[in-house]
């Protein structure tokens, strides 16, 4: 049996209902309340696809385990239970037949057999027993009359979706809804960054001839001779009348000198720019097929594809 301190410490929680060997059945759902002992009595379970579809399970002897809840039920023993709407309460009548379905028997001992009140999961020690044989015998004599309807069960929580008025059913669980939703999958195709190389400036030194053209300048001799005469007879009889004698001039002349120095000349950096292609994608999809047969004949529902073996047998 679980305790209202369980049930609080579930509901803060997103956990499963998990069967005899620790298989999931499903998510949790709601918690329902007996109305006359305000213990947990009942706990919905979302079994359909997507969890569209819940199903009640009796708390009387499960058992709490982390976030997730123990029952002693099989994933198809819930999923085929009744179908209760999951609206706040249980009526009589409808808590009668889940109680039927999980092979429950009440018997008080006396004829008149008071049953059980709408919502109570549990009976004390001593007067009224619940005992879970499996059989699917009913309840004692309980059919119905002597079950009381001056209350309702309260749920704790807050349910996450209620069960709808169902047309067909689908043969691989529970009747569910009067469709067959059929799916496919979809390419979601986006882009994602990768390196491809890298790029990189090197600079390293060569040497080259360089040839210019450099004027330059060098001094020859000329003889220049000019006549005695009255302004430069002096300067000629200055010096002895015959006599041996030398007069030098140093002559000069220019040469190329070379000298180097280092002067800047450009910058150069490294730059990228964005270029668009289109490359094709190309990836296997599935997509289900649903075929109708009606006496022994099969005909498609038009779509193109697979041959409507994974069909979806859950309505959405």
Same mark, same amino acid.
């Given at each position: 049996?679980?305790?209202?301190?369980?049930?609080? !410490?579930?509901?803060?929680?997103?956990?499963?209902?998990?069967?005899?060997?620790? $298989?999931?059945?499903?998510?949790?759902?709601?918690?329902?309340?007996?109305?006359?002992?305000?213990?947990? +009595?009942?706990?919905?379970?979302?079994?359909?696809?997507?969890?569209?579809?819940?199903?009640?399970?009796?708390?009387?002897? +499960?058992?709490?385990?982390?976030? $997730?809840?123990?029952?002693?039920?099989?994933?198809?023993?819930? &999923?085929?239970?009744?179908?209760?709407?999951?609206?706040?309460?249980?009526?009589?009548?409808?808590?009668?037949?889940?109680? *039927?379905?999980?092979?429950?028997?009440?018997?008080?001992?006396?004829?008149?057999?008071?049953?059980?009140? +709408?919502?109570?999961?549990?009976?004390?020690?001593?007067?009224?027993?619940?005992?879970?044989? /499996?059989?699917?015998?009913?309840?004692?004599? !309980?059919?119905?009359?002597?079950?009381?309807?001056?209350? $309702?069960?309260?749920?704790?929580?807050?349910?996450?979706?209620?069960?709808?008025?169902?047309?067909?059913?689908?043969?691989?669980?529970?009747?569910?809804?009067?469709?067959?939703?059929?799916?496919?999958?979809?390419?979601?195709?986006?882009?994602?960054?990768?390196?491809?190389?890298?790029? *990189?400036? /090197?600079?390293?030194?060569?040497?080259?001839?360089?040839?210019?053209?450099?004027?330059?300048? /060098?001094?020859?001799?000329?003889?220049? *001779?000019?006549?005695?005469?009255?302004?430069?007879?002096?300067?000629?009889?200055?010096?002895?009348?015959?006599?041996?004698?030398?007069?030098?001039?140093?002559?000069?002349?220019?040469?190329?000198?070379?000298? &180097?120095?280092?002067?800047?000349?450009?910058?150069?950096?490294?730059?990228?720019?964005?270029?668009?292609?289109?490359?094709?994608?190309?990836?296997?999809?599935?997509?289900?097929?649903?075929?109708? $047969?009606?006496?022994?004949?099969? *005909?498609?529902?038009?779509?193109?594809?697979?041959? !409507?073996?994974?069909?979806?047998?859950?309505? /959405?």
């Amino acid at each position: 049996m679980i305790s209202n301190q369980q049930v609080e !410490g579930l509901m803060a929680g997103s956990g499963n209902v998990l069967g005899p060997n620790g $298989d999931k059945i499903g998510s949790v759902g709601t918690f329902y309340l007996d109305d006359q002992t305000n213990e947990p +009595a009942w706990v919905t379970v979302n079994t359909g696809l997507f969890g569209t579809n819940e199903s009640f399970v009796p708390l009387s002897e +499960a058992t709490v385990e982390g976030v $997730d809840v123990l029952v002693p039920y099989s994933k198809d023993e819930v &999923k085929n239970s009744p179908q209760v709407e999951s609206d706040g309460s249980i009526s009589p009548e409808e808590e009668v037949t889940l109680y *039927r379905y999980y092979g429950f028997t009440y018997d008080d001992g006396s004829a008149d057999t008071s049953g059980m009140g +709408a919502g109570t999961g549990t009976m004390d020690a001593g007067t009224d027993t619940m005992t879970d044989d /499996r059989t699917g015998a009913g309840m004692g004599s !309980g059919d119905g009359s002597g079950i009381s309807d001056d209350s $309702d069960i309260t749920r704790s929580g807050t349910s996450s979706g209620t069960s709808s008025g169902t047309v067909g059913r689908d043969t691989s669980g529970p009747t569910t809804d009067d469709a067959m939703t059929r799916s496919e999958e979809q390419l979601d195709v986006g882009t994602q960054s990768r390196q491809t190389g890298k790029a *990189r400036l /090197r600079k390293y030194v060569v040497t080259e001839n360089v040839t210019t053209e450099v004027p330059v300048t /060098r001094e020859e001799v000329r003889v220049e *001779r000019e006549p005695v005469t009255d302004a430069n007879v002096d300067s000629a009889m200055s010096g002895p009348e015959l006599s041996e004698e030398e007069h030098e001039v140093t002559l000069h002349a220019e040469e190329p000198v070379v000298t &180097k120095k280092t002067v800047p000349v450009e910058r150069v950096r490294l730059d990228t720019e964005t270029v668009t292609d289109t490359e094709s994608v190309t990836e296997e999809v599935s997509k289900e097929q649903i075929d109708t $047969d009606v006496d022994g004949t099969t *005909r498609g529902s038009g779509h193109s594809g697979q041959d !409507g073996s994974g069909a979806s047998g859950s309505g /959405r």
